[in-house]
């Protein structure tokens, strides 16, 4: 059974930075693909940025680009996801996500998020 425990999140300003953590156990965390959603009040989840098992490979949605940074430390069982330049409309719950079979397409264990408020 995996477990995933996100840490990192809280209240920043507007253009300021946050770093969040995604600490996976009970797995081989290094054969998974792993992502980051977000779902904002009264919205619905989305997909902010995956990252293959290597880290080779990666993607974002259009409105993170540039802004936010998804890296994996395997040895330490770790994912990120570095935001700069954040914006009001990034405030959401965040969940990083694992593919246990590698791919991009079905995630099947889910942490139980961290808020990430940004506000002036």
């Known amino acids: 059974q995996v477990q995933l425990v996100e840490s990192g999140g809280g209240l920043e300003q507007p253009g300021g930075s946050l770093n969040l953590s995604c600490a996976a156990s009970g797995g081989t965390f290094s054969l998974y693909a792993m992502a980051w959603f977000r779902q904002a009040p009264g919205k619905e989840r989305e997909f902010v940025a995956a990252?293959?098992?290597?880290?080779?490979?990666?993607y974002y949605t259009e409105n993170v680009k540039g802004r936010f940074t998804i890296s994996r430390d395997n040895p330490k069982n770790t994912l990120y996801l570095q935001m700069n330049s954040l914006l009001p409309e990034d405030t959401a719950v965040y969940y990083c996500?694992?593919?246990?079979?590698?791919?991009?397409?079905?995630?099947?264990?889910w942490g139980q998020g961290t808020q990430v408020t940004v506000s002036s």
């Open positions: 990252l293959s098992r290597t880290g080779g490979s990666w």
């Open positions: 996500a694992a593919s246990t079979s590698g791919s991009f397409v079905e995630f099947d264990y």
